[in-house]
């Protein structure tokens, strides 16, 4: 049984019982009204009869008096069902040819007790079935003497009627209201109570299935509005566990696929010492070999050229082989406040000699607000030599002649330097971005490249605790932020060993 129900049924019940109980007073209140309006009518008029028989003789005068009582009782409606009876001094009856009302009371079962005994009183008395108000008052003569006494009848079918009537309406308006009531609390219980219980369940379920954002709103009922709240509240502690649980799952997988990455490159570092070693002997050899004939048979020029040609291979593989150690094996690093311009200028220079003879000249402009910033020589020529190749090999492929460097104050405070590197060549593709700082990532020809320059580069940057980042945004070439420190951190020395 719901809620709605049980409140329907309770509250109708109680309403039941209590209006039974009002119900109940109001009658037995009515019925002693009525009466007291009976007994201000019968009263008056049975003394009214005795005063005036008083000076009449009983046993002589019998026939006047029903004239007497004709013209004594008033001829009204709500005295219909009145009775006169006249007694004689032994109590006896006397037959009088005047009645009134229609079906005046078989006087057979009324036997008034001896007049010596009767005395003015009133009685309620059943004759013929039906319930009569009994008023008996003694006629005095004028001695004193009793002669006889009258008594008035008035019949309470009239009473027992009104009050019938009275219990039909109650009943009725009892009935009506109640239904009333109880459909009205029913209505009220199912917008109120039933209705927000149940959005509430269906909350609960969904809840249960994963739709952890639902949310309820309020009903207005105050005790249903606080476990609403604690409802919203449930669901949204655990909507935040799941998405922290959901978080730390992927931290999780990010780290596990980190830690296999490291371990991969820690393989590759060990095999690269391995190979360096392998390799670096024939190498030398063959370097060797070239340069001799070289030397023997310079004048002819094929040969020249192709012997030059071997020279340049085998340097190509020097130079990837040093690639490879760098990366596998750690430098010390010499931190120490440091000259941009001077760093700047021998990058260039090694590029440039790197580049070649017959290619169009680079520019390099310069924009240095900050001259000096604090980290180690080697490892800052190293990140601007493996810029400066990337942008060379764009400019050779896509066109672009210039090279900015600027440099400024990062933030509010001059701790941190923003080094700006741009090239003005065809950029980088933008399903490229996310994946230069890959190692072993290039777009470069085989042969031409290794895919560690930008990786060396950031992991360089990362040792002087700082970062370098692509600007995704900018759009004509590529621009690259470099954020280094301008001193040293103030519980090291001004120079250290990385």
């Known amino acids: 049984m719901n809620i709605a ?7 109708a019940t109680l309403f039941l019982l209590n209006s039974l109980a009002f119900g109940y007073l109001s009658i037995q209140d009515e019925r002693a009204h009525l009466l007291r ?18 000076y009449y003789h009983m046993e002589e005068q019998e026939e006047r008096l029903g004239e007497i009582i004709h013209a004594v009782v008033p001829h009204e409606k709500r005295l219909t069902g009145l009775t006169i009876n006249i007694y004689d001094r032994q109590g006896r009856r006397i037959d009088l040819a005047f009645e009134h009302g229609s079906q005046p009371p078989p006087h057979a079962e009324r036997r008034p007790a001896p007049l010596a005994s009767l005395e003015a009183g009133e009685d309620i008395v059943r004759l013929g079935g039906q319930e009569y108000f009994s008023v008996v008052t003694p006629i005095m003569d004028s001695r004193g003497a009793a002669q006889g006494a009258v008594e008035v009848l008035l019949s309470l079918d009239g009473i027992g009627r009104t009050l019938r009537d009275q219990v039909r309406r109650l009943a009725l308006f009892i009935l009506l209201t109640a239904l009333l009531l109880g459909l009205l609390l ?14 509430l369940r269906e909350a609960a379920r969904r809840l249960g299935r994963g739709d952890l954002g639902l949310r309820i709103d309020k009903s207005g009922v105050k005790e249903l509005d606080d476990l609403i709240d604690e409802f919203n509240r449930m669901a949204h502690n655990i909507e935040s566990a799941t998405r922290r649980r959901e978080q730390l799952f992927a931290e999780k997988i990010k780290l596990a696929r980190s830690l296999r990455h490291k371990d991969k490159l820690a393989s590759i570092g060990q095999l690269a010492s391995g190979l360096a070693h392998e390799i670096g002997t024939p190498l030398n050899v063959i370097s060797g070999r070239a340069e001799r004939l070289l030397a023997k ?28 150690l760098a990366f596998a094996r750690k430098p010390t690093a010499v931190f120490r406040e440091v000259s941009l311009e001077k760093v700047i200028e021998e990058a260039f220079a090694l590029c440039l000699v790197k580049q070649g003879a017959g290619r169009p000249t680079v520019r390099r402009r310069l924009d240095l607000q900050v001259a000096t910033v604090y980290g180690d020589e080697d490892g800052l020529r190293q990140v601007f030599v493996n810029l400066i190749m990337n942008s060379l ?7 672009g002649r210039t090279i900015a460097i600027g440099s400024r104050t990062a933030g509010t405070t001059d701790d941190e330097v923003e080094i700006e590197y741009a090239d003005d060549g065809p950029g980088v593709p933008d399903e490229l971005k996310d994946r230069i700082f890959d190692p072993f990532f290039t777009t470069k020809d085989v042969g031409e490249g290794t895919g560690l320059g930008l990786f060396i580069a950031a992991n360089i940057v990362e040792e002087h605790h700082g970062r370098l980042e692509l600007d995704h945004d900018f759009v004509q070439g590529a621009r690259f932020r470099l ?16």
Do not use: C
Not at 40 to 54: E, H
Not at 301 to 324: D, G, S, T, Y
Not at 484 to 498: Q, S, V
């Open 297 to 324: 048979h310079g004048g002819d020029p094929a040969l020249a050229e192709n012997l030059r040609r071997i020279l340049v291979q085998a340097e190509r593989i020097a130079a990837i082989m040093r690639h490879m």
């Open 37 to 54: 309006e009976v007994r201000m009518l019968a009263w008056p008029l049975a003394r009214t009869l005795a005063a005036t028989f008083k």
């Open 5 to 11: 129900t049980r409140l329907f049924l309770y509250t």
């Open 186 to 199: 029913y209505l009220l219980s199912r917008w109120s109570i039933t209705g927000p219980i149940t959005r």
């Open 483 to 498: 954020f280094l420190r301008r001193r040293p951190p103030e519980a090291e020395g001004a120079e250290h060993d990385g």
């Open 393 to 399: 090999h764009a400019m050779r492929e896509g066109g």
